[in-house]
């Protein structure tokens, strides 16, 4: 199984930017999928995680709550992250992670799959 983000770049604050992440080698249907991220010098946080199971409703850090949407397509066997209103300091690079698992959904030990980043930057 492996996870392909993308959709990163360098936009204005006050802008929009959907990040994408596509497994391949499997089914995402039941999978729980998390983003990440992690800026220059710091630690990688938590930004919100989605679980397969039929009407799950997404969980997000609370830096993130009304601003950024995580939401699948089980046809495209892929996960989003709609990024709005971004703020400088949500310049990171941002990771998805995967796990079929339902402990520490908000933290990196609960996932055992990961992709390789995608590069957000957020001007001022």
């Known amino acids: 199984v492996q996870l392909q983000a993308s959709g990163g770049g360098l936009v204005q604050a006050g802008g929009s930017l959907r990040l994408s992440c596509t497994v391949s080698g499997q089914t995402t249907n039941n999978y729980n999928m998390g983003w990440f991220r992690q800026a220059p010098g710091k630690e990688r946080e938590f930004v919100g995680t989605l679980t397969w199971l039929a009407g799950g409703i997404p969980t997000y850090a609370e830096f993130v709550k009304g601003r950024f949407t995580i939401s699948r397509d089980y046809g495209k066997n892929t996960v989003y992250l709609q990024m709005n209103s971004l703020k400088p300091e949500d310049t990171a690079v941002y990771y998805c992670?995967?796990?079929?698992?339902?402990?520490?959904?908000?933290?990196?030990?609960?996932?055992?799959?990961w992709g390789q980043g995608t590069q957000v930057t957020v001007s001022s």
């Open positions: 992670a995967a796990t079929r698992f339902f402990t520490a959904l908000s933290a990196d030990r609960g996932y055992d799959l």
